[in-house]
Each structure stands twice: as C-alpha cells, then as structure tokens.
C-alpha cells in the first residue's frame, strides 16, 4: 500500500509540474495575443515565443493562418505540438535541447526551418523526417551531433535536393555533382556515358574492384639526352632551317578569284573559259 502510494505521489507530482510548464506556454501565448492586439485566432499569422525558458509548447493548431513562428532559446526536447498548422512556412528552433523532430512532416508549406545547436544524433531519422518537405529551401542543422557525419552535408543535400540554402552555405553544383557521383553510381555512370556519347555498360558494377592496367616500363638503355638530335652547324640560320623543316605542316586552300571569270567575260565575250583554279597556302 505504501509503495502503492508513492507511485500514486510521484505520478501526482509529474503531472502538476507538467501543467505548471504548459500553463506557463498559455500565458506566454496569451501574453504575445495581447502584445500583438488579437482578438481572434484567424487574425493570428505569427509568435514570438523566443526565449521563454519553455520546456513544453500547448497545442497552436487553434491558429490555422499561423505562418512565422519563434521558438528559439528555450528548452525544447520535442516538437509534437505541430500537427495541424498547414500554413507554418518559417520555423525557428535552435539553441534548444531537441532530440527528435517527429511531426514535422505535418508542415508540407514550410519553406525555412531552423533546427542549429540542439541535440539531433540521427541524421537518417531527421532526413527521413524532412523528405516529404517539397517546399523547404532553407535548412540549418549544424553544432548537432549529426554533424559529425563525416558526409553529412552531401548526405542531407543528395536526399533532400530542393535545398537551396544549407547551414548558411548555398549549396553548390559542384557539391550536386559530388553527392550523385558517391550516394547514386549508376546515375553517375549514366551521366558520364551521355556526356562521352558512349554506350551504358548494364554489367557494370559500382562495388566491384578496379583493375589496374600493368604500367609500361622504360628500357633500362633509355636516356632522354640521347633521343635528341646534337648535329652542330657553323650558322645558325642553317640550325633554324633544319628545326623549321621539322614542324607539322598546315596547309589553308581556299578558291583563287582572280581566275574565276566575271558574267561579262562568261556571257558577253563568248570566248571559252578556263576552269577556275584552287589556291594553296602551306605553313610550318
């Protein structure tokens, strides 16, 4: 019976202090109403809900038109209380104390969301989270212990590609191109073989080893000084001759116009023409 009675206690004392933390959320949002003049929850289109010490956020889904809202600088562990705000498009919650973001994929019009300096571990489980977010452009999620991913970035951009802007860096082509090439092999080698105009090897295997061509050996008689012509000539000019002579040619032929003949001389002279003559330019 006394063991009976203390749990009865402790669960009496965890439910008090829970509502004490919810009850402070209320007057927190009552307070910013106020502030704001708002009579009606539709009037409602943001909070300001930074830096309240709040551990725990009532339920705003009363606010429909709710598009901007500040939670950061508290002491947030979850964010449950999001599930039918379908207007939100800016979110701000960082420097918070959040472990999980499960219920943000209830907010598809979010296009900025701010999740830096929390507690985040799991980058699958946040980036599982944030897929079906077609509208998000703009991502924070660095001083997380997700980060130390060691391709964390190329990660979070190859499966949520409409990112624009993450950890205040726009994201890159050059960081698209990276991201396909080590999370999609064959897309990449799809790619590749378009832009070479070459066919697509269906046998290729990503995860295969690459053999190694067997490197040409230089003859141990080789010597780069002894391939060299050495001839001495008395006049330089006579030098200079000779290396000209060894250059590749490059001929330009175009049609010599002083041998095609005019419409007067075709027509009126009546005399016979000569074909006309092809004119060749040879250079070294």
């Given at each position: ?5 203390t749990?009865?206690?402790?669960v009496f004392l ?14 927190a ?11 009606r ?7 300001f809900?930074?830096q309240?010490e ?5 339920d705003?889904?009363?606010?429909k ?24 498009t800016?979110?701000?919650l ?14 598809p ?7 830096h300096h ?16 077609l ?6 999620l660095?001083?997380?212990?997700l ?5 964390y970035?190329l ?8 990112i624009e802007?993450?950890?205040?860096n726009?994201v ?27 066919k ?5 295997n ?6 190694k061509?067997a ?13 060299i ?6 006049d ?5 001759f ?6 590749s040619?490059m001929?330009?032929t175009s049609?010599?116009w002083?041998?095609?003949p005019t419409?007067?001389?075709k ?7 000569k074909?006309?003559q ?7």
């Amino acid at each position: 019976t006394l063991l009976l009675l203390t749990v009865n206690v402790s669960v009496f004392l965890l439910s008090g202090m829970w509502l004490d933390r919810l009850i402070i959320c209320y007057q927190a949002v009552e307070d910013q109403l106020k502030i704001c003049g708002h009579k009606r929850d539709a009037d409602v289109f943001e909070l300001f809900l930074s830096q309240k010490e709040l551990t725990e956020v009532i339920d705003l889904s009363r606010f429909k038109k709710l598009k901007y809202l500040w939670l950061h600088h508290n002491k947030l562990h979850g964010i449950t209380f999001l599930t039918r705000n379908y207007c939100l498009t800016e979110l701000y919650l960082n420097n918070n104390a959040i472990f999980e973001i499960e219920g943000l994929h209830y907010l598809p019009s979010l296009h900025i969301l701010l999740l830096h300096h929390n507690e985040l571990t799991s980058i699958d489980a946040t980036v599982k989270e944030l897929k079906g977010m077609l509208n998000l452009k703009t991502l924070s999620l660095y001083q997380n212990p997700l980060c130390q991913y060691n391709l964390y970035r190329l990660y979070v951009i190859y499966h949520l590609p409409g990112i624009e802007l993450l950890d205040r860096n726009q994201v890159t082509e050059k960081e698209r191109r990276s991201m396909i090439t080590i999370f999609n092999h064959k897309k990449a080698h799809v790619i590749q073989s378009i832009a070479f105009r070459g066919k697509v090897d269906a046998s290729w295997n990503p995860k295969s080893s690459f053999k190694k061509k067997a490197a040409q050996r230089v003859p141990s008689d080789f010597a780069f000084a002894n391939n060299i012509d050495k001839t001495l000539f008395d006049d330089p000019e006579d030098a200079v001759f000779v290396r000209s002579m060894k250059r590749s040619t490059m001929a330009i032929t175009s049609l010599n116009w002083e041998t095609v003949p005019t419409r007067e001389e075709k027509y009126l002279e009546g005399k016979e023409t000569k074909p006309a003559q092809m004119l060749t330019i040879t250079l070294r």
